[in-house]
């Protein structure tokens, strides 16, 4: 028996059903704010990852599905979609076009990770990226779409928000951070690591020890230059216009080491330990960094499977047509049908010969809304039996009139 592997899941009716409920209804979303869908692949060079979300982050450091492939390629299951689509803009020349480019996406993502509730080694984002404003009306909408999106399907988050700074301001403070975790001792190995790499990234370690001496560390928002200060005071501002309830955390600093200025996260209470349920944030400096045409941008992803848990389907309404056959000699009938009405319909069709209670309780089972039993008295008239599954009325139809047959 071999099973899926550790941390990776079938999704099964009705979690695929909401799945599919929810990408749709996200890209609706999107749509209506001038993205459009975009599919970058999955597997990518590693170095593009390395580069962008950062040799500091644990996505990087411990979580990449990484492998050197038949051609000698250090290759990565995509951590995360951001990077591609990045990699997509420049390789595409859509940099030196200039003006402004709106992506969303959803697929797959994987993260060596230790599995738990809501924590998977392949897991489902639905993401958004925009390229080409620095005006912070952008970073207002993207955080006003997931709103729209997470108010859509119901679902009570707290808004964190924090600035991450710019190369003006954050040297001065970097330096000013290192200069304070210089004289902790104590911190766990991997804030070592990251006070090399990255020290902002001490800041949100989850080590309790850890925290105890971050107490009174130095804050970023409140080293910020003019420009990243107003900025965040005008997205401030524009969140209070629109009604949408924010928390400033000063200590929020994102896994991924590519953002500057805005960092943003949606949390849900309802969820368990896992309580993120979307991030994102603006990544100025990264088109440059990969190559391209320098380009402001900003973006976010949802965890689907976390949001998935808390999606409520409206209730299902019966449709379509179910048919199933009481003799084997009525399985070319069935099969005639079923191709000549599902060219208006959703049919199913069941071949295997089986009791008129048997094929109801099927039809009841598939949510059809109609049930045509095919058997001996059926094939000799030509005309069919169907029960309205609503209604529980029955009525006939003439074979040759199935296609007509207004259903
Ligand atoms: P992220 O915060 O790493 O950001 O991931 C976004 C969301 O993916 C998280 O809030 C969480 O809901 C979900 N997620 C992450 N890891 C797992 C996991 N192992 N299992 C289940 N769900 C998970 C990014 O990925 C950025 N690319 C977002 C972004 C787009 N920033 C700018 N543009």
Redesign the pocket.
Known sequence: MINALRGMKDMLSPESEKYLYFIENCSRIAKNYGFEFISAPILEESALFKRSVGESSD?VGKEMYEFTDKGGNRVCLR????AGIVRSFIQNKMDRAGGVKRFFYYGP?F?Y?KPQK????Q?Y?F???SFGISDVREDASVILMLSEILNFFKIETVLKLNSLGCPKCMPAYRAKLVKFLDAIEGLCDDCMRRKVLNPIRVLDCKNDQCQSFLTNAPLLIDALCDECKSDFERLCAILKNFNINYEIDPKLV???DY?SKTAF?FVSGDIGA?S??????R?DRLVEFLGGKSSPA??????V??ILELVMLDEQKREGIYIGTLEKEAQDLAFLAAVTLRRKNRVEVEFEAKGLKNILKNADKANAKYCVCIGENELKSGILWVKDLDTKENFSVKKELLGEFTW
């Open positions: 996505i951590p995360e979609g951001t993502m993260r990770e809501g924590r998977f080694r897991f984002q993401g958004v990226e994102r896994g991924l953002y996260e896992q993120s349920i979307a991030g994102g944030g990544y900003v973006g976010f992803a949802i965890g499977d976390r």
